[in-house]
Structures are given as C-alpha cells and as structure tokens.
C-alpha cells in the first residue's frame, strides 16, 4: 500500500468577499380567522352557517369584531327544519390557545404541524330569533399535520336538552421563503409563499421592513405593499401599527401582525384579513448572534477558520470539513512541502457543518492537503 504523508492545517488561506447579497430566511403565515363549513345537527333538525358578514355567508369565524370579551365572533344563520324558519342572530365563542409543545413561541392551535384534542372553549349566542340568548361551549379536535379539523358546538337553544353542531374547520396557514437584501436603515426583498394542504394556492410579492432607529437590530415597521395570489388577484397589505419583533427566546425569529384590505374601500372590514407573519432567518455571517436580516451589512466579512479531518480507507479518502454554511470550500492537495503548486481537488458549499465529501487515493507516495474557505 502507498505510503501517504499527511500535514492537515485548520487555517491555511481565507478570502474575504465584499460585501452581503441576497439572502434567503423561511416565512409563515397564518390567519386568526377560522375557515367553517356548514354545521349539522346528527338530527337533522337544524343547520348553521357562520359569517363575518351580515349580508351572505363566508364561513368565517373572525377575531372577535363584536369586542364580546371571546376570542372569535360571527353572524349565525341557523335554519330549523322543524318549524321551516331562518333565523339570524350572532355568537361570540373563544378558541383554546392550544399551548406551545413545540416550543416556538406561537399557540399550537393555529399551527398545522401541532394537532388538538379535546380542548374545550366557552361562548355565547345572542338575538336568534325565538331562542333568544344562551350559552355555547365547543370542544376541539383536528390531528397534527392536518389544516382541517372537527368542533363540536353545543348550544342550549332548548332549555331540557343542549342541540349538538359537528361544525367542520379549516386553518388557513402559508409557508415559504423570503429572499432579501439587507441594509442599514431597511429590508427589502421578495416573498413566496404555499398555502399548507394546497398547494394550488399561493401568495407572492414584494416585501419591506423599515427598522425602527431607537433600537434597529431587534424591531423593524412592514411597510404596505401588494401581492398576487394564484387567481392573479391584487392582495393589498398594511402593517397593523404593530412593531415586527425579533423574539428573545428565539433570536433567530421576527413576527407581527399584517392586514389585507380592499383598495376601494380600505377602511371597511376585509374578509380572512388580519395575518401573523413569522420570518426565521438563521444567516448569521459577522457570527455576533444577530441574524444578517435586522443586522448592519458589514463588508469584509470572513468565513471562520475552516479544519479538515481526513480518514484513510482501502479504496478512498473521507475528508470531513468544519467550517461556515453557505460559504465555498476548496480542498487542495500538493505532492511536497517544498512545492507552491497547490492543486484545488474538489470545490464545495457546506450545507452542513461538519459535511463530509470523498477523494481518491492519491497518486504520489507523499501528499498533503489543506482546506481553502472562501
């Protein structure tokens, strides 16, 4: 077997490049209204329709808009087969929170990837016709990694028994990725995003950050702009005057709140309108702990010192490189120590750290190899 020399230098030459480009972070998106289909009594006595509008049905169980003290209200339309009636009326109910299993810092009941099971919430009814006012309670269920999911409503609308409503629900969630330019006073970039459990439905557009002066690393102001949908439909957007806020137990995420409105009418009540959008951006190229979406650009800026392990087998040679992702790695190889020649064998952007990569043997009885990150 070949002799093979071995000399393996963590830091042998580092380029520096001028300045930060595009970037990429991740973006979710989801709204606070609720998505119901038409609710049936078992009996078929009755059927219930939700809406955000008083004039038609939407099926939308929006963030409270009566300013009930509940979570979520709507116009109810409840049709009783009995007596052959219609009637309208109103409900205010709350959603269960859900927790946060999972640690990120947003309730597990509006993220699709955390399921729900038997969480129970309170509400109430008012002015439905001959039932009057009374009192609901709702007990939750949708399985995770599904956006749709099952509440059973129970309304006292008779005084000797409660009437049943299996109401189906829809959460209405996007994810994507959000391309970027930093800057010193603003973010501007571009957003696609994939609604979860369709993927026919998308959102695309333009996007910019204003960063807050008094404190420019950690709050920034989304500026208004327009995105189009898969129906090629104008989506209006504004800000909600809430701050976009990196979280500090987890520094790497930024989240506020958005609103879609009507551009002929950009006052009224907008349907599925009010948003949160949650970025996490895990670029971190000057290493401070502030990631480069909120940070100073900084020129200049370095890759950390690169090291190579290297492991010999019969057939190969696995080198394992440690270094900065995203960032050009050259593996060179030279036949003596006395010798400039450095020969780059192998070029590759880590994606991982460690990632490991293989080479053949080498050819010269004496070979040594150092790591190049660019």
Known sequence: MRLIGWLIAGVISISSFASLGTESATATMFCYSLRCQRALDPDGNY?????????????????DFFQSGYTHSAYLRLVDELFGETLSGAMALDVPNGGDANGDGFFDFFQ???GVANASSSGAFQNLGAYGNGSITATWNRNAGSKDGICVLSMKLLPFQPVRFSLPFELIEYKGQLNYTPGSTNVSGSLTLVQTGNSDIFLNGPIEFVKVPEDRTNELMLQPAIWTNESQQAMSYTNTADVFSRDAGWPTNYYGNLAFYDLNDPSGFYPYGLWLLSIDDTNDSNHNGIPDFSDDPVSGVLP???????????????????GDMGHLHEIQELSGLGLTNWQTKISVTLTNDPQSVSLPLPAAMSTFWRVRAR
Request: hydrophobic residues 40%; aromatic residues 2%; glycine residues 8%.
């Open 47 to 63: 059927y219930l329709d939700l809406s955000s509008s008083s004039g038609g049905v939407n099926g939308e169980l929006a963030l």
């Open 112 to 114: 699709v990837s955390q």
């Open 304 to 322: 950390r010192a690169p090291e190579l392990e290297i492991v010999q087998s019969t057939t190969n040679l696995l080198m394992t490189l440690h």
